[in-house]
């Protein structure tokens, strides 16, 4: 008589072992979810900034998720710097076009590529390195007015964060 | 060397499986031990479903523990960040309100689990020889159940886990002498505070997991022996007896499947039903709740510390309706294990699980007037059962003559 | 055996864990009650309004954020404006000051007090309790608040109300340090609904009960779907157990 039922056996067993695995996948699910970030967290990762108080020439830093993001009203010269650049002069060869939504403002991550130090070039008084834009002391990488690589150990250029620009004033990073 | 270690000083490693599993068998013999403890070991025929609570009770004891991980990546332990952080789990930590929901209801059905566990080890004297260990172990991982879950209740810091510890370490400053140096050590303060809480959260990780070693002692003591079944006769032959797989594995899983769907209904619906609505207040060292009480599994044994009017004799009372238990498989004096061919020991062990529910009840109330009254008849009845009735009954009734596993198994059938 | 359960459930129903009261409180329908109860929406932002122009002067509800009203409906824009009417301290400052600018979503509530000692300088010594988990704080959660909110009367005869006390009937102890705080149409509806006492304490009500337990409708929700997993689990698991056990002789 068990040699009968063996095939229903079988497959009471397959879907019980099925659903068992579907039950035991859905119960990971919270819980790894409930590892990522917090909706707290969530709602701190994007920040806006209003451009206005910030005249030609100058730098505002802000953080954003932790981590210093350089804000640049660059003047005409510096502009005109970074359009002028060969790509092949470049070790990550980038056009300055493809960096900047809007050619005044330039929205960089303030983190050196090498090995993430603050790099000095948001002060007037600051060091600007050779090619006017940022100097990181550390290990003296020299990055321009479009926050490329252009001297020293750094690999990458200064990473562009997302933004919008919400009005002509006001961006919004993340 | 002897005949009964012919291998003598030389080691060979032998498995009876090939392949890969008997490369890994003969270096860790895992594999032949989980077969045989858990697939092959052989069990009474005539088990009934008050067996499946210990493994029911070992699911409550994994889902604790993974909650518990889980939540701890969040909480926070210090006494100003503490219910604040409990608070962003239930809000902003993904599922956390499910995690933590999951982790504070758990704990109550691991005692009810546990609990009628208990009650089957009483009423089938799965206590008595050769078992004893068995019992002695499960009732130490009941002490360290009811510590973790009183160290796990000050976490969320709310007025019944301040005030909750503030009287139950109190209670340390009973002992004689030295009941204060204890006390402010055991606090690392002089009131409940910054420090406890710091030092509750690593002491509630630990007795945890102390509890889960304690499970694999409890097991292998068992195991030794085999299960206790309801006629309390050891099987005498292997017809009496069934595989544990697939026969008990299955039969466990449909209990424990009940069990969890009683769990998700009141963790989906009534989440805060068995707990204190006083707890979802912040802690205030400077306002006593109207009525402080413990939660509802620790009430029978609040009752017992209470109905004692000295509070050094309370706190012995307290501790030794426990203690006291550990002698049981000594102070029953008859040869007879189960409930089912001992009448009158029957009737007593029945009336001792009615007394834990009146002490319950009592526990929850104010300790005046006739609750305080009831709670001492009910505390007097518990040590009664422990230290009179068990030896008198045992010697003095008449058992039936118990039935073998196929007579028992026969009568039930027609 | 049998009679044993049955017994076990019997005396387990019995509420071993009550130290409540002798007031009786009167029993409310809410729309979240049930195993399908959901927040009413309209409620809650009627509710919020209540919170802020009656409650908000005295009582913080810190732990809720200003984008967690998002939940109640209100949109990203809205949730800015309502967001702004708040000052709150941030700083310090370039300069080392602490300054004060206007709430973004992402804030808490704004308290209404600097500190517990303003709060109680300001209500007579006593303290305003935060409302973010009222409903959930006290026994019988929103019925009891709702109670509360109406049943200010005029005492009994032999009662004695001290200075800054006021009678409540469903206060423990009668007494409370909180005035009446709603009167018939102290709060203009933005929906046109009439603002009687009784509606406004059921809004206000409704919006605590969801401040207190926002994820109350995921869990009936989730909880749902694993009752119904659970069930058939159960039956596949059932009906393995009859056909493994089938062949067990007695």
């Known amino acids: 008589m068990s040699e009968q039922n063996k095939p229903r056996r079988d497959f009471i067993k397959l879907a019980s072992m099925t659903l068992g695995g579907v039950g035991a996948a859905s119960l990971a699910i919270p819980f790894i979810t409930s590892m990522n970030p917090g909706k707290d967290t969530l709602a701190l990762a994007s920040t806006e900034i209003d451009l206005s108080p910030l005249k030609e020439g100058q730098s505002l830093t802000i953080i954003w998720r932790g981590k210093p993001v350089f804000i640049k009203h660059r003047t005409p010269a510096e502009i005109e710097q970074a359009k002028n650049v060969a790509l092949a002069d470049l ?44 100097f990181c002391p550390c290990h003296g990488s020299h990055y321009d007015t479009s926050g490329r690589i252009r001297k020293g150990p750094a690999p990458k250029n200064l990473p562009v964060p997302p933004y919008v620009f919400l009005s002509e004033s006001k961006i919004k990073i993340g | 060397m002897s005949a009964n270690d012919p291998q003598g000083y030389k080691k060979t490693l032998s498995s009876p499986y090939t392949g890969i599993k008997g490369w890994i068998d003969s270096r860790l013999p895992l594999i032949r031990m989980m077969e045989a403890e ?75 689990a546990t609990y009628i566990h208990i009650f089957r080890a009483l009423y089938f004297g799965s206590y008595k020889a050769p078992r004893e260990l068995v019992f002695i172990f499960g009732l130490l991982m009941f002490f360290l159940m009811m510590g973790t879950a009183f160290l796990g209740y000050t976490l969320p810091w709310g007025q019944m886990s301040y005030w909750g510890a503030t ?131 620790f009430l029978p044994f609040y009752a017992i510390l209470r109905a004692i009017p000295d509070k050094l004799g309370g706190v012995i009372a307290m501790f030794s309706s426990i203690g006291l238990l550990a002698l ?17 020991w029957r009737i007593c062990v029945l009336l001792f699980a009615l007394d834990f529910f009146i002490l319950m009840y009592m526990g929850g109330k104010p300790a005046e007037g006739i609750y305080v009254i009831i709670a001492r008849f009910g505390t007097a009845y518990w040590f009664l059962f422990l230290l009179v009735l068990a030896p008198l009954v045992g010697f003095l009734e008449t058992p039936k003559q118990p039935l073998t596993i196929s007579n028992y198994l026969k009568s039930k059938k027609a | ?154 005492a009994p005869q032999e009662i004695n109300v001290p200075e800054g006390q006021y009678y409540n009937k469903f206060m423990e102890g009668n007494l409370i340090a909180m005035p009446s705080p709603l009167s018939e149409g102290a709060v203009e509806y933005d929906d046109g609904t009439e603002s009687t006492v009784d509606q406004m304490a059921t809004d206000v009500t409704t919006f605590l009960a969801w401040a207190a337990e926002p994820s109350l409708e995921d869990r009936k929700r989730i909880g749902l779907k694993v009752m119904l997993f659970l069930i058939v689990l159960f039956v596949l698991a059932y009906i393995s157990k009859q056909n493994i056990w089938r062949d067990v002789k007695y």
């Open chain 1, 91 to 134: 070790k990550d060869a980038e056009e300055d076009s493809n960096r900047v939504q809007d050619n005044k403002w330039l929205v960089v991550l303030g983190v050196c590529t090498h090995l993430g130090c603050v790099p000095l070039g948001q002060k007037t008084t600051d060091v600007k390195g050779d090619f006017g834009g940022w």
């Open chain 2, 38 to 112: 858990y697939l092959k070991f052989p069990v009474p025929k005539s088990l009934n479903y008050f067996w499946s609570f210990g493994g029911i009770a070992m699911f409550c004891l994994i889902g604790l523990i993974l909650s518990g991980i889980f939540l701890g990546f969040h909480y926070k332990p210090s006494a100003d960040d503490a219910f604040n952080s409990v608070e962003r789990i239930m809000r902003d930590v993904n599922y956390g309100w499910l995690i933590r929901y999951l982790h504070a209801n758990l704990v109550s059905f691991f005692f009810i």
């Open chain 2, 167 to 297: 009287v139950i370490t109190n209670l340390f400053s009973a002992i004689p002498f030295v009941g204060d140096a204890i006390l402010t050590v055991l606090l690392g303060d002089f009131n409940v505070g910054d420090a406890t809480i710091n030092r509750f959260y690593v002491l509630h990780w630990l007795l945890a997991f102390a509890i889960l070693g304690l499970v694999i002692f409890h097991v292998i003591t068992l195991h030794m022996t085999g299960s206790n079944n309801p006629t309390g006769s050891e099987p005498q032959s292997w017809d009496e007896t069934l595989t544990f797989h697939p026969y008990i594995t299955i039969k466990d899983l449909n209990a424990t499947i009940l069990f969890f769907i009683l769990l998700a209904f009141v963790l989906f619906y009534y989440p805060n039903i068995l707990g204190h609505s006083d707890n979802y207040i912040r802690a205030n060292s400077m306002v006593t709740p109207a009525h402080i009480v413990p939660e509802w599994y």
């Open chain 2, 328 to 344: 049981l498989p000594w102070l029953d004096t008859s040869k007879v294990r189960s409930c089912l061919f001992r009448p009158i």
């Open chain 3, 1 to 154: 055996m049998k009679k044993i359960i049955s017994l076990f459930l019997l005396l387990f129903s019995i509420n071993a864990f009550s130290a409540g009261s002798s007031i009786e409180i009167p029993k409310y329908d809410w729309s979240w009650k049930g195993f399908f109860g959901t927040y009413d929406r309209a409620s809650a932002q009627r509710g919020l309004k209540v919170y802020r122009e009656v409650c908000a002067g005295c009582h913080s509800m810190n732990l809720i954020s200003y984008r967690n009203l998002e939940a109640l409906g209100f949109s990203e824009a809205q949730i800015k404006v309502i967001a702004a009417d708040y000052l709150i301290q941030d700083g310090p400052n370039d300069e080392g000051d602490m300054f004060e600018r206007e709430a973004l979503p992402s804030d808490r509530f704004a308290d209404p007090y600097p500190n517990i000692q303003a709060a109680r300088a300001a209500n007579n010594g006593a303290l305003p309790p935060d409302l973010s988990l009222i409903v959930k704080a006290r026994p019988k959660g929103a019925d009891y608040i709702k109670a509360l909110l109406l049943g200010y009367t005029e």
